[in-house]
């Protein structure tokens, strides 16, 4: 009965939601045609047909490729030093004020000021791992580092009376407990390394990146494209998410074990 | 098994003198219940025996390297099945050992293998009981082991206690006095001496 119930609860939300897309795909449509030039306002169906005609092309997939090898690198590697960093400040409180003035500065400074300050150090085609590195950064050290403050001590006096081995500290008292939090903030860090990658890839004009193709699309004035490769972009973002948070979600879940 | 001894035991927290000048001596390989009014410091004195606090004054000796403990709350992994929960404290054990002592506490079957979280309160304890018995240590501290758990329960819990702490030192603090009695074991009564 309950999973009736939530099929048709899921199913019901999926109408909603197609609904409003409708609804709102329509509104740009009439938009663009009361405007009627393509430069101001590509219409829906003029980006349908950019869209299917870079999904043809073989070049699409090479850009697509190497803004998404360099954007998901530097997600890797914010995830990495965040998390331990997360750990370390966990545990030595020097550690964490250490810390605080650098993730106060990369959260709240703007992405562009970073972009262009970067740009002096790095080569274009690095600007992008760099860039998503810093931004992602800061997202899982925090919400790692509450999580981690927030376990249940008591546990961990259990692991030490009874000498728990670390992977079993790890498996059995900690990843429970700071499991959601890590899988909410890889997925807010996913959408945001996307976001300030391809940012610095306009910014600094890397070869065959999805930025400079934003960048050519400006230049002449080709919206529909610079629509289409906006498409793209989300729908890379919302797969690397998923998959990864899918990922990350069977790595750090419970498989029942026997005796 | 080696006895162990306390000299004058002092414990503070902050403006709170739990234990002053606390004295005893347990007996290496029996069992010995401690009772008390709430407050006097019985947790506190097995905390101590852990090495989870600090003394402020005095020695204890005999404490051996590994202990064993059944803590005042249950302290188990919510998302892992008692067979799970006990083998992480007791990894030289046998799934077939995990399993008859879990048994010998009337935790059955399905009860073995689901997650704790979707025990009863009654059931978690024994899991924690469990996970006591069959972990290493000579020491095994119990802090009110039998809370909780329905008369019938307990009085086939606290004999197969008793027969399975057979020659260990076990310190068991409670309230209730038929529990010291049922293990024959001496009675310390911590805030009157």
Redesign the interface.
């Known amino acids: 009965m309950i999973s009736t119930m939530s099929v048709k609860d899921k199913t019901l939300r999926a109408v909603k939601v197609g609904s409003s897309f409708a609804v709102a795909i329509a509104v740009w449509q009439i938009a663009a045609m009361a405007i009627g030039h393509t430069v101001l306002l590509a219409s829906p169906v003029e980006v349908l047909v950019r869209l299917l005609g870079l999904l043809f092309e073989k070049e699409t997939y090479s850009v697509l490729f190497y803004s998404l090898t360099r954007i998901l690198l530097g997600f890797f590697l914010g995830l990495v030093v965040g998390s331990a960093a997360a750990v370390v400040a966990s545990r030595f409180e020097i550690v964490k004020n250490l810390l605080f003035p650098y993730m106060i500065t990369v959260r709240s400074v703007p992405v562009a000021s970073f972009i262009v300050l970067a740009l002096v150090w790095l080569e274009a085609a690095e600007l992008s791992t760099f860039i998503s590195f810093l931004i992602v950064l800061p997202v899982i050290y925090n919400s790692l580092l509450g999580a981690l403050e927030a376990m249940d001590r008591v546990l961990d006096e259990m692991a030490m009376v009874f000498h728990l081995s670390l992977w079993h500290r790890m498996r059995y008292v900690w990843i429970p407990q700071i499991r959601a939090a890590l899988l909410a903030s890889c997925s807010t860090a996913v959408g945001l390394a996307w976001k300030s990658g391809v940012a610095a890839e306009l910014i600094g004009l890397a070869d065959g990146s999805i930025g400079d193709e934003l960048y050519s699309a400006k230049l002449y004035l080709d919206t529909p494209t610079l629509f289409a490769w906006t498409v793209l972009i989300v729908a890379a973002s919302l797969a690397s998410e998923k998959l990864i948070v899918w990922l990350l979600r069977l790595a750090l879940t419970k498989r029942r074990a026997h005796a | 098994m080696t006895d162990i001894v306390i000299k004058n035991l002092s414990k503070r927290y902050g403006e709170l003198l739990v234990l002053d000048g606390f004295s005893a001596h347990f007996a290496g390989g029996k069992t010995t219940c401690v009772m008390g009014r709430s407050g006097c410091g019985k947790t506190t004195l097995l905390r101590l025996l852990?090495g989870?606090e600090r003394a402020d004054g005095g020695k204890i000796t005999g404490v051996p390297a590994?202990?064993?403990?059944v803590?005042q709350?249950d302290?188990l992994?919510?998302?892992?099945?008692a067979?799970?929960n006990v083998?992480?404290?007791a990894p030289r054990r046998?799934?077939e050992e995990?399993?008859a002592t879990l048994s010998a506490l009337l935790l059955d079957g399905e009860a073995q293998?689901k997650p704790v979280s979707e025990l009863s309160g009654g059931m978690r304890r024994r899991v924690a009981i469990a996970?006591a018995l069959l972990?290493?240590g000579e020491l095994l501290l119990m802090d009110e082991p039998f809370k909780g758990l329905d008369e019938a329960t307990r009085d086939a819990v606290l004999a197969y206690v008793k027969r399975a702490t057979a020659g260990r030192t076990v310190i068991l603090v409670t309230h209730d006095e038929a529990e010291a009695k049922a293990l024959a074991a001496p009675i310390l009564y911590l805030g009157e001496l």
Do not use: D, K, N, V
């Open positions: 852990l989870l590994r202990c064993s403990a803590f709350e302290r992994c919510p998302e892992f099945s067979i799970e083998r992480i404290a046998t799934g995990i399993r293998e996970r972990a290493e």
